[in-house]
């Protein structure tokens, strides 16, 4: 109880400083500035300021399946608000039941992410939108084909008018669905709760797996930050023994040391988007403990924060509360899909 006492005490000065901070900078945020308890402000690169028209477009376009070649797939058949914006699988799933070889990353907190896809090959969220339209098990379709298609809808065409002063096109597809997905957030969590002062927002078992977190797990050498990830590549050994096993970014960066490694995901709302890895094959997190307990699978590029942990049974059990207890907001963002225009 010492361990969780000092823990309490430590963060004390942390949360009047946040508190002060606030009282004085809140005032000066506009609305599409704000953002749940935890997180930090949402930067928007310039070339894509947001507003509440391309924001609405942006959800239309993520949540219509006529972005797909037969009309049976959206954005959201793989990244599904009711799945913890992912789709629940080992991996995605596109037109005429194609099966892809990852799975499908959450788009909880997306807007903080330096770099998009496990591999990283897209840099920024505009970049990363148009990638599953082209991808032919994705959804199948050229930009020139789905240009056409909406061009086709008169309540897009309209739209796009409205917001950038053209027809529809692939750039303002690409920002407008990257406008959208900034607004999917997840914070305000019992963490950030206790964090900010309110000492039952964790139970006993979840601070003490708060405490493993940051020490004997080694989880922070990688899930750092307000979002829980370093935004980092790193190699788990994740089914690396596989007879082809995925290059990760290897394939992008070309680089020996990149082999087997994949972008560190966020771990909010952990509880929702089983199952995990990059390619889902970790079906629960009982699992996911127990492969980094046992110092992941052992391979030439295995990351050096990767090792045997030693962990007791009950230490497991409180370190998944805190993932599943501590990490789940009561303000997940459970978007409806709206009314498509026609």
């Known amino acids: 109880m010492s361990d969780v006492r000092s823990m309490r005490a430590s963060r004390l000065t942390g949360s009047l400083l946040c508190v002060c901070a606030a009282l004085v900078l809140g005032p000066m945020l506009k609305a599409e500035d704000a953002v749940p308890a935890g997180l930090p402000k949402v930067r928007h690169p310039s070339k894509n300021p947001p507003s509440e028209a391309k924001i609405a477009l942006g959800k239309q376009l993520y949540f219509d399946p006529r972005m797909s070649q037969d009309s049976t797939i959206s954005c959201a058949s793989c990244h599904d608000p009711q799945k913890g914006w992912s789709n629940g699988e080992a991996v995605a799933t596109g037109v005429g039941g194609l099966k892809g070889g990852r799975s499908s990353p959450t788009i909880i907190n997306s807007a903080y992410g330096r770099m998009q896809f496990w591999d990283g090959r897209a840099r920024d969220l505009e970049d990363q939108a148009l990638g599953p339209i082209q991808n032919p098990i994705d959804m199948t379709m050229t930009l ?45 969590a019992p963490y950030d709760r206790f964090k900010a002062g309110d000492d039952n927002a964790l139970s006993e078992s979840a601070l003490r797996g708060l405490k493993l977190f940051t020490g004997k797990a080694h989880c922070t050498a990688c899930h750092s930050g307000p979002n829980f990830t370093d935004n980092g590549f790193h190699n788990l050994g994740v089914s690396i023994n596989n007879p082809e096993p995925d290059p990760g970014r290897e394939a992008i960066s070309g680089l020996l040391g990149d082999r087997g490694a994949f972008k560190t995901p966020t771990l909010r709302e952990i509880a929702r988007t ?51 207890e501590g990490l789940s907001s009561e303000s997940y963002p459970e978007h409806e899909p709206p009314e498509l225009p026609e």
């Open 274 to 324: 089983a199952p995990y890895m990059h390619d889902g094959s970790l079906a629960t997190l009982e699992d996911v403990v127990e492969h980094y307990d046992r110092g992941g699978t052992p391979n030439p590029q295995l990351d050096e924060e990767i090792f045997p942990l030693k962990l007791t049974a009950e230490e497991k059990a409180d370190l998944i509360t805190f993932l599943k």
């Open 144 to 188: 020139d084909e789905v240009v056409e298609r909406l061009n086709q809808i008169e309540g897009y065409k309209q739209q796009f008018q409205d917001v950038y002063g053209t027809d529809v096109t692939s750039e303002g597809i690409a920002l407008a669905i990257a406008a959208y997905e900034r607004t999917v957030l997840s914070g305000d």
